[in-house]
């Protein structure tokens, strides 16, 4: 079936690090790919996403391109600030799921001021 | 933009009681899941509905059970709450396309005592 193994953490960082989560998968087909961030007290929301291979996703300085090569999906920002410290969820979906996602386990990133 | 509300953020129940989570979404989408979280383990599906009134198990159905009477009404049940069913449980929904996000509210911190 689908997995997803994402880096495990804590990662803690100092502010203007630069961030990587990594991300790589296991699927058959083509799926799409997903980065979701949780707030402390909060749900999860989207952050970024792309649907085919090569694709870059971005969002508030954040990005991820699809690599289908090394089936990986790596999260990625220049200069973390303290307000990004939160837990971070790669996932996928495949059409062969009926809209069901896998999720990793979960990065918790702290960044310290 | 897409609203996923959660009846309660904090519940309190006994050993035995039947509990019921709520969840309402505001989008018209097909999909609806429901998740727990608990720390080390991610996102656990517990059951998903693709439309009214039809649900499928996810990875752990044992000791719930769901509703979906309404399109955007998506209820968990617990049976018989347990002191082991103390977590977070998560509501999401979704378009049933494997390239579209799921969208969460912020989640129920549920004890049982």
């Known amino acids: 079936g689908d997995s997803v193994t994402q880096m495990e953490g804590p990662v803690t960082l100092s502010e203007e690090a630069f961030l990587t989560i990594n991300c790589t998968y296991t699927?058959?087909?083509?799926?799409?790919l997903f980065w979701y961030v949780q707030y402390p007290g909060e749900g999860l929301q989207l952050l970024l996403k792309?649907?085919?291979?090569?694709d870059k996703g971005s969002n508030k300085g954040f990005e991820a391109t699809y690599r289908k090569e090394t089936t990986s999906f790596h999260l990625e920002k220049g200069s973390v600030q303290v307000s990004d410290s939160a837990v971070y969820f790669c996932a996928l979906s495949n059409n062969t799921n009926a809209g069901k996602s896998t999720f990793g386990d979960g990065t918790t990133l702290t960044v310290k001021p | 933009d897409v609203k996923v509300t959660q009846s309660s953020r904090y519940l309190v129940k006994r050993t035995g009681e039947k509990v019921f989570l709520e969840c309402v979404q505001d989008?018209?989408?097909?999909?609806m899941f429901w998740y727990r979280q608990d720390p080390g383990l991610g996102l656990r599906l517990i059951y998903f509905?693709?439309?009214?009134?039809?649900?499928e198990k996810g990875d752990i159905p044992e000791g719930y059970s769901v509703s979906r009477e309404k399109k955007e009404r998506f209820s968990l049940i617990l049976e018989s709450a347990s002191t082991n069913q103390t977590s977070m449980y998560l509501c999401a929904s979704s378009w049933p396309l494997s390239n579209q996000p799921q969208h969460f509210g912020d989640g129920t911190r549920l004890s049982i005592l």
């Open positions: 509905s693709y439309d009214v009134k039809m649900k």
């Open positions: 792309a649907t085919k291979a090569d």
């Open positions: 699927a058959t087909g083509y799926p799409s």
């Open positions: 989008m018209d989408h097909e999909n």
